[in-house]
């Protein structure tokens, strides 16, 4: 009576070739879901150290005028913002192109903020230290821009410090 004979040889070799199997798999994916953290925490890093470079430089700029008895165009200064528009722009676009289509209007915010600020900054560039005295918009450039950039930058910082859920 050998109707319900099972050949437990194979059985045992099946499993134990499934069972790590699974296991690779399991593994795989955490590591995966990890990897994906990582990379957008590093683009996260990028994002936040060119909003800090940006920042830098307005204050520079302001500093100069604010400094400097003569009045001289401060040419290089704007010229240095601009390249500092250009880099928060581009990481930021780059980092959009890692998330999700619905994080990249925060993302949007900050490469129109930098834009916005550094054209206000480009006409900071070209006052006088008397005219920047009596004008009270050009004075707080650096309050506002830190105003206007503190909603996306937490908004980065999170991805930054893995605190996003995605």
């Known amino acids: ?14 499993v134990s070739t499934l069972i790590p199997s699974a296991v690779a798999l399991y593994i795989f ?6 990897k994906k953290h990582e990379v957008l925490s ?6 936040l150290i060119a909003i800090q ?13 604010m400094n400097i008895e003569d009045n001289s165009p401060h040419k290089k200064e704007v010229k240095s913002l601009k390249k500092a528009t250009h880099k928060l722009r ?19 915010k900050i490469a129109e903020t930098g834009t ?6 480009r006409d ?5 230290k008397q005219e920047l005295i009596t004008n009270s918009e050009a004075e707080c450039l650096v309050d506002r ?4 950039i503190a909603a996306p930058k937490k908004f980065v910082n999170a991805y930054y410090l893995y605190k996003h859920k995605s």
């Not at 009576?1 to 099946?14: H, P, V």
């Not at 590093?42 to 994002?47: D, L, R, S, T």
């Not at 470079?53 to 005028?65: A, M, Q, V």
């Not at 990481?91 to 959009?96: C, E, I, P, T, V």
């Open 42 to 47: 590093n683009e996260a890093a990028n994002v």
């Open 53 to 65: 470079d940006y920042r830098e430089k307005i204050i520079k700029l302001h500093s100069l005028i």
């Open 145 to 148: 821009f830190d105003t206007e």
């Open 124 to 128: 900071l560039g070209k006052i006088t």
């Open 90 to 108: 581009d990481s930021s676009f780059l980092f959009s192109e890692l998330i999700t289509e619905k994080d990249n209007l925060v993302l949007k």
């Open 116 to 121: 916005k600020f550094y054209y206000e900054a």
């Open 29 to 34: 994916s955490k590591w995966k879901h990890q």
């Open 1 to 14: 009576m050998d109707i319900c004979s099972w050949n437990w040889g194979a059985i045992g070799s099946m």
